[in-house]
């Protein structure tokens, strides 16, 4: 039987036996760690190797912390490199429709036929909270994002447009990513009705501008593993909101934040999937749809206003 050093405190318990010069090597690390944690331990040399021994109310602590060091030292697999969905530029090309839309309303080339005379598209499309809440035309959520004031305001939201759906497409595929700012553009849109007392119009696709800004940062919040770290793009997400959307004598700043709000949590859901970013034919459903959607609110609303 192996009797207990006379340096060490009786019922004291050992957590740690060492031999050899690399043994004492990694005995003062954990040293280092028990100090650090405030954890009291003696020491006693026995038999050519060291031993570490401390109270026994602290054992299942010391033995811990220990491990928990140990497995810090340990060399963590490679992480797996971020690779950017292929074909992001396409998704400009879901800005087309807009400068079309916006042609055809101004006279730039001949409307056809079919449709209504263009200079009732303002009243039947803009977000009018009035008839929103009164005759339940919740369709303007989606139209007002097609509908801009001027060629200023147009060029405006295709450049940024084309801007942040890029980066977002990178993310998320190029259908994905305009179905995202679409979406949450909309629902932006229809947020503000009840958030807003009072009557208001609003037009334009900066809500959904700003929606492709908030799902850019919760996709990229969706691949950081630390919540700390996840922060950041949201904070960034933040930070161009202040500088893009807080501009102009008739911002909507409200919209601005919404569709921020809701292209992000949209983002999160999405930028983790990655069904989305590896599928060529869910792309290509997201981009149809967000091509159909605002053409069946149009309908919608041309039908409402010939009732």
Not at 73 to 82: G, S, V
Request: proline share 7%; net charge positive.
């Amino acid at each position: 039987m192996r009797r207990r050093p006379g340096s060490v405190p009786a019922f004291w318990r050992k957590v740690l036996e060492v031999d050899g010069a690399a043994g004492y090597a990694r005995a003062r690390d954990r040293l280092l760690v028990l100090e650090a944690c405030r954890i009291p331990c003696r020491t006693a040399t026995v038999g050519g190797a060291l031993h570490v021994y401390v109270p026994p109310l602290l054992e299942q602590r010391a033995r811990q912390e220990l491990a928990e060091f140990v497995r810090e030292q340990q060399p963590r697999p490679p992480e797996t490199p971020w690779r950017a969905c292929p074909h992001a530029y396409l998704s400009v090309l879901a800005l087309l429709p807009l400068v079309l839309w916006h042609g055809w309303r101004v006279g730039w080339w001949p409307a056809p036929g079919l449709l209504p005379p263009p200079e009732t598209w303002a009243a039947a499309g803009m977000l009018d909270a009035v008839r929103v809440r009164v005759f339940g035309e919740w369709y303007r959520a989606v139209t007002a994002l097609t509908l801009h004031a001027g060629l200023t305001h147009l060029c405006g939201n295709v450049v940024f447009g084309a801007l942040f759906l890029t980066l977002l497409a990178r993310c998320t595929g190029a259908g994905a990513a305009v179905l995202l700012a679409l979406l949450g553009g909309a629902a932006g849109n229809a947020l503000t009705v009840p958030l807003r007392p009072g009557a208001f119009t609003s037009l334009g696709f900066s809500t959904a501008l700003f929606a492709a800004i908030g799902g850019l940062a919760g996709a990229m919040a969706r691949r950081e593993g630390h919540w700390r770290k996840a922060m950041l793009p949201v904070a960034a997400g933040a930070a161009l909101l202040a500088m893009l959307g807080t501009e102009g004598e008739n911002t909507d700043y409200l919209a601005h934040v919404a569709g921020l709000a809701c292209g992000l949590l949209l983002g999160l859901l999405v930028g983790g999937d990655a069904r989305w970013h590896t599928a060529a034919w869910r792309q290509l459903a997201g981009f149809v749809l967000a091509l159909a959607l605002p053409a069946a609110a149009w309908v919608w609303a041309f039908a409402a206003a010939g009732r």
